[in-house]
């Protein structure tokens, strides 16, 4: 359901007609329509009560536009269904943390193509629904490859990987969002400079930091004790340090996602002074693939470090 935002436009009510036919074909539909499950999700608690007042007979769900909210009832969702069912819930059925963790991951394979190159973010958000869920059952296929193709540190990895974004994304990111308070902003970069602003506008010189000189020396900073971490954990635990740096470089890459998404939802609340959706959301492709060639290049001084390239 799309929803009229100026004077004279209609709203879309697709989502309405769709539910309509949906909830028909369970009430009077043979198996297995009358076996229909219906999840509905609202960006806002009580927008979709706006359009459909009586909506009794499946649940509805608030995700606020975050996605680890949408992660979390969409997963309660198929718990609470399948936990009712005969069998009940699988062992292996997944965690909020465990999907939480998994999202970058995704997205950092979908961006790249067979051939190399990178899809932009417009591209996938403009993907046929087809396609893209192609591109979910090729990504789940790839999950059940054999153990082997796994190391034994890949769950270290990720583990370690989690939390040094977590603190990244608390300690230095979210700070950002008090640029416009009267405090201001003070943020310790790892080269030792300081980051100072406090009684000026989120423009210029100030927001090319944000985007360039910030996140340039952090990321660059734990690419390097991201990579020592593994190379010590190789050596503790007799290890082959080859397939363990490539986890390494991969989870770096993924957790870019989660800091990106983070700065952009700050970036677009400190232009839009407190209005986010008066000004439209930044796109960091570029500063993406500056930040991922940070990781490649050193993951490729790692690997000949290994004896893994000549």
């Known amino acids: 359901m799309v929803i009229a935002e100026k004077k004279n436009e209609i709203a879309r009510m697709n ?46 769900r608030t995700h606020e ?11 309660a969702h198929f718990y609470s269904h399948l936990s009712s069912q005969h069998g009940g819930i699988r ?22 193509r067979p051939g190399g190159t990178l899809r932009s973010e417009s591209e996938i958000q403009h993907m046929e629904v087809a396609e893209f869920k192609d591109k979910v059952r090729q990504w789940l296929e790839a999950q059940k490859e054999p153990p082997q193709s796994q190391s034994p540190a890949y769950d270290l990895i990720r583990e370690h990987a989690q939390e040094r974004y977590d603190r ?14 009267t405090h201001g902003i003070s943020i310790d970069l790892p080269n030792g400079r300081t980051i100072r602003y406090s009684g000026i506008e989120f423009s210029g010189s100030a927001r090319q930091v944000f985007w360039e000189t910030f996140p ?3 990321i660059r ?51 839009g002074k407190g209005s986010p959706n008066s000004v439209p959301r930044y796109n960091p492709e570029s500063e993406r693939r500056a930040l991922e060639k940070i990781i490649t290049t050193r993951l490729k001084a790692e690997l000949r470090l290994a004896g893994a390239l000549a």
Not at 25 to 50: D, M, T
Not at 65 to 75: C, P, S, T
Not at 168 to 181: E, G, K, S, Y
Not at 252 to 264: I, Q, S, V
Request: proline content about 5%; hydrophobic content about 40%.
């Open 15 to 60: 989502m309405p007609y769709e539910l309509g036919l949906d909830l028909g074909a369970s009430w009077y539909g043979a198996s297995p329509l009358n076996s229909k499950i219906l999840l509905v999700l609202e960006r806002k608690r009580g927008s979709v009560e706006k359009a459909l007042s009586d909506h009794a007979g499946f649940d509805l």
């Open 65 to 75: 536009g975050k996605v680890d909210l949408l992660l979390r009832e969409v997963r």
């Open 91 to 112: 062992t292996d059925f997944p965690t909020h943390d465990e999907l939480l963790a998994e999202w970058p991951l995704f997205l950092t394979w979908i961006q790249k």
């Open 168 to 181: 990244f994304i608390q300690d230095a990111i979210t700070p950002w969002a008090f640029f416009n308070t």
């Open 216 to 218: 340039e020396s952090c």
């Open 221 to 271: 900073e734990i690419t390097k004790t991201f990579f020592e971490w593994t190379r010590k954990l190789c050596a503790e635990r007799k290890l082959s340090p080859i397939l363990p740096l490539k986890e390494t470089a991969m989870f770096l890459e993924g957790g870019l996602t989660r800091c990106l998404d983070r700065m952009a939802e700050i970036d677009r609340k400190l232009r």
